[in-house]
């Protein structure tokens, strides 16, 4: 159901069943490795490419939210997937494994939002009983794409982000009562924002705003304020990104405890590990959101949380041009079934 | 980068507010690093030309080859080895700017796209981020040659 201008509400409460998280040997190192199912110490996962080597991520956390069900490829009705490679080919060519019928996602490190509000929508409103979706990324696949090769000694500047390795795969489908799951809401859909940034080393900074404005457009829409959520929390701002949102959400009147506001890109690594201002990646905010938030929520350190992944939707073309970075957030609501 | 384009006064409030929460770059203690790290790089390379020198029989004008090779060769190894990238992360410009950063500008790229086979992987990127190092460094030699044999036709030096 529609409320206010972009966000849907999920009256039938679409309930997430079942999840696979997968995640390369950084992540192996850093601070949520706990909350992967499965973890590679290689980063080419026995692949001769590491754009196969995401397309084996993905493969992998299907079958792990799968076998988890204790469901078949054939239960499901639809996929949702994407991820950053050029023509999103990780996805595509694990949905012709997984010959699941299939849409294909582009909202850069925002695809894993986009995926789960459309496949709570299709739920909610009786388009499929049961629905994937999920998000991948690779380190050195998306380096080699958008930066330099991996093993060029260029120096990363402090505002630099480090792209996950890893994929997360939610099942989403029809509320069962009395399911201690979690269940999907709301969900607000993000308008493309660009406040004129270019640099792309410093992501954070020009994707902030996006987040912002689908965050403040969640409250008006829904007509609910901040202490509705435990946490608020965004897919990869890192360091920058998330002390410029904290200035920004105060700015518009938005009374956000501290402690409250939260970044997946802030919470996956070691302080000690040398990814700069954090992690980033359509992996980021799947992997944090699938597999570390989806269990605190189980155990009951949050009762409500609000995601909202950000995506800065540039070329390595259009940065080139000097073109500007446009930012785009949508947000999810989730919380316990009860 | 601010007022070069235009920005609406909105874009220029909220690059003001981000530039606040923006970590700089430690200028004084990268360029520091890149000295030190630099010049240790130039002193090994200094080293290998002595030994070339004292060894073999070159002389101060013909070491220049055999001592590029070795540093490029080291640079190689240090590059496949996944050590260059972290040097240059700490050093920066320190490890960028002699050959051996030259060396592993064109080696990283070649290792990149292995998986795109020898002709068009290998052969079709491995001077990608190199070849405007190139193309700009010969053009510059032209135009200092062109000047100086000019010179040397119209000034009589």
Known sequence: MLKGQQSWVFTNRPMITSTGV??????????????????????????????????????????????KANLNKEQIDFLFAGDLINQITPSSFAARTAQIPYFGLFGA????????????????NQGAKKVLTGASSHNAATEKQFRYPTEYGGQKPPTAQWTVTGAGVALVQENQPGQKNPVITSATIGKVVDMGLSDPFNMGGAMAPAAADTITAHFRDLEIDPSHYDLIITGDLGRIGHDTLAELLKKSGLNIQKGQLADCGLLIYKEDQPVQAGASGAGCSATVLYGHLLNQLKQGKYKRILLAATGALLSPLSFQQKESIPCIAHAVAIEMNN | MAGKKNT???????????????????????????????GLICTIGQAISYFYIYFFNFTEQSVGNPTVATM??????????????RLGQFAGAGSAVPVTGFGNAVISAAIEHRTEGFVLGVGGNMFKLAGSVLLFGVFAAFVVALIKTLLGIWGGI
Not at chain 1, 54 to 65: F, T, Y
Not at chain 1, 109 to 124: R, Y
Not at chain 2, 72 to 85: A, E, I, K, R
Request: glycine residues 6%; proline residues 3%.
């Open chain 1, 109 to 124: 490190c925002s695809t894993s939002m986009e995926g789960l509000a459309l496949a709570s929508f299709v739920i909610n």
């Open chain 1, 22 to 67: 997968t995640g390369g040997p950084f992540e192996a190192n850093g601070n949520l490795a706990e909350d992967f199912d499965r973890l590679y110490e290689d980063l080419w996962l026995e692949q001769d490419s590491y754009e196969k080597a995401q397309r084996v991520l993905l493969e992998d956390a299907i079958d792990i939210a799968l076998k």
């Open chain 2, 72 to 85: 490029v060769f080291l640079s190689m190894l240090l590059t496949g080895f996944g050590v260059y990238d």
């Open chain 2, 8 to 38: 609406t006064p909105e874009q220029q409030q909220y690059q003001q507010l981000q530039q606040k929460h923006e970590k700089k770059r430690p200028v004084l203690k990268n360029c520091i690093k890149a000295f030190f790290i630099g």
